[in-house]
Structure formats: C-alpha cells, structure tokens
C-alpha cells in the first residue's frame, strides 16, 4: 500500500480523499493555488504545497508543477480527483513516466474512453447500445446534413472532447444544423482544444442513468448499479439518487452488465462511470464513459456501504478488489442535493464572495460533505461546488422528507446558493412521483 500520496485537486474533492488516506493510516501532500492558500483542509494533510497563481491554467492545470510537487513531497501516488488533470490522459502518461502512481485507469484507456466519439465506437464494438447517430466525427456541414437526415430530427452536435455539460447544441432543421455546425466546432475548438464534432439524435425527454463500476488490475470488474441524474440544468446534475426510481429491473440488469462489458472491452480498472440515457419507452443508449470518480459518488457509497475512493486507492496500489458483485447490494435510497454558491433566480450565475455565516445539517441518515465553513471565501475561479448533502434513508419517501428537512437546517450566509431550487424541486409533485426527466427543471420550474 503507498506510504504517501498527493491530492491533485480542491475544495471537497480534496477533503474527501485527504480523509479517506487518514482512515487508511496515509499520509497526505496537498496542492494550492494562491487563492486557496487559507483552506482549512489544509491543515489536514501531512504537507501542503502552493503551485501557482489563482488560474487554474497556471496552478491545478499545470502538469510541470503538480509533477514537481509530487517530487518535493516525496509521495508514491497522485489522486486527481474530479475536473482539472483527472481525465488528462498525457498527465497519467506524465506520472508513469516518472514512475509515480497515479489512482486512476491506465494512460491507454483514459485516452480511448476520454475522447467521446471513439467511446461510442468502443460501445458499439462491445454491443452497447449507442444512440442513433454519426458514424465517427462529422467533418463538414454537408456530411451533419446528411446524417441529420438519416436519424432525424431533432439531432444534438457534440463535441468530442466536451465535458461539464458544455458542448452540445440541438439543431430541429436543415437550416440551424446548417449555422450551429461552424459555431459548435470553433466553439468546441476554444474551449477544449479539439474541434472535433459528432452527431447523436436528440432523445426528446429522457432520464440520465448511470453506472458506478470498478476494477482492480487482475481482470475483475464490478458494477454497483445506477444513479439516477435525471434533476438538472443545461445538461448539469442537480439532483441525483440511487437507486433509479421508475426503471425496470430487466431494464437496471442490461444497463449494470453493458457497463460491465464496455469497462472489461476496454481493459479498465479504477472506478468509473458508465453514463446513458433511457428514452420515455425505456429503451437505454450509452451516451460517454467518465474515467474518474465522480462528484455524485456518495449517493452508491450510501445504499452500497462501499467506500470508493478507499476502494480507488486500494486497487490502485495493486490489491485485489475485497468483494465480488454478489456482494454488492442496494440498500434503501440514497440522495445527493448539490450545493453550488450561484443564483438560481438569475440564471445560476456564480456568486462568489465571503460566506458570513454557515450552519450545517446533521442527524440520523446526513451526511455533508463540504470543505466550507462560516469566513470562508468562495473564490471567483473555480466549480462554484460548495458542498454535497446527501440522505440515506430506508425508502425514496423517507429520503426526500430528510432532505427537505436538512436543506431547511442548511444555513449559508452572504452568498446565494442552489438550496433554495432544491427545496422547490422537493416540493414538486412531479418529482415526488418521479414523473421527470432531464427537461423536467428547465420546463417547470424556471419557465
Ligand atoms: P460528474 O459527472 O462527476 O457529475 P461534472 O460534469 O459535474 O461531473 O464535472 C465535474 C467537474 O469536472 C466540474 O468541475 C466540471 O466543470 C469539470 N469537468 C468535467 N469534464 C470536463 C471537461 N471536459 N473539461 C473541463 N472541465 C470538466
Ligand atoms: P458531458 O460530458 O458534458 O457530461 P454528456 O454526453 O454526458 O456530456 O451529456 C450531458 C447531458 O446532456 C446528459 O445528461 C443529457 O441530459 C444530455 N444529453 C446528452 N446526449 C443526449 C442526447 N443524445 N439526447 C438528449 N439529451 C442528451
Ligand atoms: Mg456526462
């Protein structure tokens, strides 16, 4: 097992696994930027190192320098955490090279899976069901047409390096597919780096499922079925749950073992997440393989009672996995509310600024995971994440009850934050029946 390990990210990620090595008896080096210089989470690890300006170009983002520091802390292994150089397959190339470990999938697989376009056509080789659309990367506005044509309309332009929700925009005719064309690879070429644009038919109201899966490096892979993501804003998770209310059990069976299948076709180990959606007929389409832990990984944490991120570790030092998918049972359900400091009222614009005051929810079945506390700063340069609350109770009923009650416990003052739209969503009686999809927020509830 290592000795020593650098936390290559911020924020909650970083406490999370800062406390996960605690528990396992390893020691920490954390990274800083500037801004984050006063992060109480720093006083939790073993070393802290600061890496550069408040930019995450020049600080999280600079491969040089997270390398350097891995050096100078003298540590076995980096966990890159979520966002920033976690699904950067050159950087998990850059650690190998130097001989330092890095808690994730192969260099290899990363760069196959990373890239959605030849994930999808990985999918399809592992007889994934993948939804209608281009046959590899579009390269002209003639050929999108004829695709568009081909499957249909409404079709979605992605980019193949998007992630975060951005880059995909929806074309309903011949003539916005004709001007979204350009725009989506110039756009896409601006904010990834890579031009590269795809096709998929627009599945009109679906619910987004997930697949939590992992693996060691001796061949085994286990899935610890879905999440359900459905509760989100411009493609970006709100809410999610686990386990998926309203999906058949044929249907949650296919979805876990075609997760299973696609991670074993690509010789994939670590934790990752198998990403789909399913149609208003219940038909389910793989949609990108996200090579990395994930922000909503607490929620299959809860009703499995599996830890992942010291799973993570521990197979990334080489052990074999502790249980086998018989062991791996969901138990009651599980919701994660994700805290942002933004303006639901204006648009979810960020908010940064002091946090004067904050009070946080507790009791039976809560749990918050959140690196922030009343003085903090919310700097203007990063995810706007502040903290995850997330309940565990015996039955979905129970679970929205003490979310609804935790939300209202929740105190933050001096900067907006999402906590009032959940309590709105919670309330609804749509969601209560689970009668949404991922529109449901965007068409009811912010007109
Ligand atoms: P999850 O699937 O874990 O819910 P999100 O889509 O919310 O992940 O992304 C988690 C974090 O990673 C966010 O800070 C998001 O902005 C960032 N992120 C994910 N993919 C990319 C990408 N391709 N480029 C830049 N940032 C990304
Ligand atoms: P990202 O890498 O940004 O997470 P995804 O491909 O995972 O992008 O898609 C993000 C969200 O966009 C999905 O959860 C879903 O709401 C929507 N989406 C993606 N593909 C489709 C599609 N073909 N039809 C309808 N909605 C889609
Ligand atoms: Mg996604």
Same mark, same amino acid.
């Given at each position: 097992m290592f000795k020593r390990i650098l936390v290559a990210n911020r924020g909650e990620i970083a406490l999370r696994v800062i406390r996960a090595c605690r528990e396992l008896g390893i020691e920490t080096v954390a990274i800083c930027s500037e801004a984050d210089r006063?992060?109480?989470?720093?006083?939790?690890?073993d070393e802290a190192i600061c890496v550069g300006p408040a930019r995450a170009a020049d600080s999280y983002l600079r491969i040089d320098r997270v390398i350097s520091a891995a050096e100078i802390g003298n540590v076995q292994a980096i966990h890159p955490g979520?966002?920033?150089?976690?699904?950067?397959s050159h950087f998990a190339e850059v650690c190998r090279s130097c001989d330092i470990g890095f808690i994730g999938p192969t260099p290899e697989a990363m760069a196959q899976l990373g890239d959605k376009n030849s994930a999808r056509t990985l999918a399809m080789k592992a007889n994934v069901p993948c939804v209608p #659309?281009?046959? &590899?990367?579009?390269?002209s506005e003639q050929e999108a047409l004829e695709v568009a044509r081909k499957i249909g309309y409404p079709v979605l332009l992605k980019a193949t390096? #998007?992630?975060? &929700?951005?880059?995909m925009r929806v074309a309903s005719n011949d003539l916005t597919l004709q001007s979204a064309f350009q725009q989506a690879a110039t756009e896409a070429q601006a904010a990834f780096g890579n031009a590269g644009i795809y096709l998929e038919?627009?599945?009109?109201?679906p619910r987004h499922v997930e697949v939590q899966i992992i693996g060691d490096m001796h061949g085994n892979v286990v899935h610890l079925w879905e999440r359900d993501?459905?509760?989100?804003?411009r493609h970006q998770k709100l809410i999610e749950e686990s386990?998926?209310?309203?999906?058949a059990q044929a249907t949650r069976e296919a979805m876990c073992e075609a997760a299973v299948r696609l991670a074993k076709t690509a010789g994939y180990y670590s934790t990752g997440t198998v990403e789909f959606i399913v149609d208003q007929e219940g038909n389910f389409y793989f949609i990108e393989l996200n090579s990395r832990i994930q922000v909503e990984h607490p929620v299959t944490e809860m009703v499995t009672g599996i830890d992942l991120i010291k799973a993570q570790i521990r197979v990334a030092a080489g052990?074999?996995?502790?249980?086998?998918?018989?062991d791996i049972v969901q138990r009651g359900h599980a919701i994660e509310c994700r805290i942002n400091a933004e303006d639901p009222a204006h648009g979810f614009r960020p908010c940064p600024g002091r946090i004067e005051k904050m009070i946080v929810p507790g009791g039976f079945g809560v749990r918050f995971d959140s690196h922030v506390s009343s003085g903090y700063v919310v700097p203007p340069?990063?995810?706007?994440?502040?903290g995850k609350l997330i309940v565990h109770q015996p039955t979905r009923r129970e679970a929205i009850e003490t979310m609804q009650r935790a939300l209202k416990e929740l105190r933050v003052e001096g900067v907006k934050t999402t906590v009032p739209i959940h309590l709105e969503i919670l309330s609804h009686s749509a969601f209560h029946d689970s009668?949404?999809?991922?529109?449901f927020v965007e068409r009811t509830l912010l007109g």
């Open positions: 006063d992060a109480s989470y720093l006083e939790l690890a979520y966002g920033f150089l976690s699904e950067n #659309g281009s046959d &590899g990367l579009v390269a390096a #998007g992630g975060g &929700g951005r880059g038919k627009y599945v009109e109201r993501c459905s509760t989100q804003r386990p998926s209310p309203r999906l052990e074999p996995l502790g249980f086998s998918q018989d340069h990063y995810d706007s994440l502040i009668q949404i999809d991922t529109t």
